[in-house]
């Protein structure tokens, strides 16, 4: 891998061989969930990585660095390789600081950087931190931002939900916002749900 120049690297130019754009992402995130046999929402980002194998575990990390939310620590080389206190090959770390709908969604993000950088490219010893606010002009945290976001809420779901939502619920006042429903139909945060209307140009 060649080193990147000032200019490459200010304009965020990805480095792997492999580089994914936002179709292909939504795309890949989709075959995820039907590989899976999880298409039904609210998706459970947990079921899905026990799935591959992941321990998930809740950590303090206000001594380390309190931005942290979220890790993925990957060491599939081999037994051999396992030492005392790192026994576990796939772990998911998750800040104790959450709620349940953010950590569903970071557990996204990171099997975004399981599927696109790891085993999408056949690497068998990563590590991923995630600081909030994430830096989104690292492609790779963009790339699994964005794969966290389509598989938590893909566009054809979305387009359906609030097509329900203007048909059934939004006069019968079970739902004062169309964010609100979002959030409640497929458990995410509140930000992510009004970054995904606006960006569908569904918040009309
Ligand atoms: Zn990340």
Same mark, same amino acid.
């Given at each position: 891998m060649k080193e990147p120049s000032v200019a490459e690297k200010q304009a965020g130019v990805? @480095?792997?061989e492999k580089s994914w754009t936002d179709k292909e992402i939504a795309r890949e995130a989709y075959n995820f969930l039907k590989e899976q046999d999880?298409? +039904?929402?609210?998706?459970?980002t947990y079921e899905l990585a026990k799935n591959q194998k992941f321990k998930l575990k809740w950590r303090d990390f206000s001594s380390v660095?309190? /931005?942290?939310v979220g890790m993925i620590l990957v060491d599939d080389?081999? %037994?051999? !390789? +396992? %030492?005392n206190g790192l026994s576990d090959r796939r772990i998911i770390a998750l800040s104790d600081t959450l709620s349940e709908a953010e950590e569903r969604f970071i557990v996204g993000h990171e099997l975004g950087h399981y599927y696109l950088h790891g085993r999408g490219r056949g690497e068998t010893l990563y590590a991923f931190s995630d600081k909030?606010? @994430?830096? @989104?002009? /690292?492609p790779e945290e963009y790339q699994a931002e964005r794969f966290a976001m389509d598989l938590l809420l893909p566009e054809g779901a979305m387009r359906t939900a609030v097509r329900l939502y203007k048909e059934r619920w939004s006069d019968r006042?079970? !739902?004062?916002t169309l964010k609100e429903y979002i959030c409640d139909m497929f458990f995410v945060p509140p930000d992510k749900a009004k970054q995904r209307l606006d960006e569908l140009g569904l918040l009309a």
């Open positions: 990805v @480095l792997h999880a298409v +039904r929402f609210p998706v459970d660095d309190p /931005n942290i080389r081999g %037994k051999q !390789y +396992r %030492k909030e606010p @994430l830096d @989104l002009s /690292n006042g079970t !739902y004062a």
